[in-house]
Structures are given as C-alpha cells and as structure tokens.
C-alpha cells in the first residue's frame, strides 16, 4: 500500500536549477528516513541523497555534494531535493525511496535495495 510520487522534473540547461518533490502514502513517513535515487540511460539505478527520519542529518553522493540538497516536510509527507548548478551529466530518470538506512555510502546503493517506487520523473540538463 506504499505509494512515492515523484514530480518536479524538466529540461533545465546547465547551470540551471531545479526542485524535485517526493510524495508518500501508506507509511508513516515521519519514522523513516528518505532517499534519492537516480538512472541514466544505459547505467544502473544509484542513491544520490539520503536524509534521517527527523531530517537531522543527510548524505550525498560524491557527485552532487555541494549542489543538491535534501530536505523534508514530514507534515506534508514531501520529501525534496533542491538541484542546483546543473550539469549534463545529472540527466537522469529520478526517484525516491522511503525506509532505507541513510550513511555516507548512499552512492552505492542500488535499485535492489529499494522497496517500493514511484514512476520517477526525468531531469534532463541540456549542454
């Protein structure tokens, strides 16, 4: 009965911002905690964020670190991920995941460690 909704995605060019929204139902979202996965095309899917239940802490991915940041409103059951300096590279089907443990190993994480998701949204960075 667990339901992530991703949405948010675009076309951005690089150097541009974007914020993705993550909506989840069936859980109780304010005792877990919340991730960000990715896929491009071609490459399997990996973590890219991660934030504790209470939104006291989070964890990113060598590749985003300093540009994204996650973030939760847990009396929206919203999780976000504010996406800035773009780059072509962050193209990529994004989603989210919801009860995982969150550590700084979040970019090695994979898509048979999530449990349920979303139909993702696309971030397309144009050069």
């Known amino acids: 009965q667990v339901h992530l909704v991703e949405s948010g995605g675009g076309l951005v060019p690089a150097g541009g911002s974007l914020r993705l929204s993550c909506t989840a139902s069936?859980?109780?979202?304010?005792?877990?905690?919340m991730h960000w996965f990715r896929q491009a095309p071609g490459k399997e899917r990996e973590g890219v964020a991660c934030?504790?239940?209470?939104?006291?802490?989070?964890y990113y991915s060598d590749s985003v670190r300093g540009r994204f940041t996650i973030s939760r409103d847990n009396a929206k059951n919203t999780a976000y991920l504010q996406m800035n300096s773009l780059k072509p590279e962050d193209t990529a089907m994004y989603y989210c995941?919801?009860?995982?443990?969150?550590?700084?190993?979040?970019?090695?994480?994979?898509?048979?460690?999530?449990?349920?998701w979303g139909q993702g949204t696309q971030v397309t960075v144009s050069s």
């Open positions: 934030i504790f239940w209470d939104g006291g802490s989070a």
């Open positions: 069936g859980l109780r979202f304010g005792d877990v905690n």
């Open positions: 995941a919801a009860g995982l443990p969150c550590t700084p190993a979040v970019q090695a994480l994979r898509i048979r460690d999530g449990n349920h």
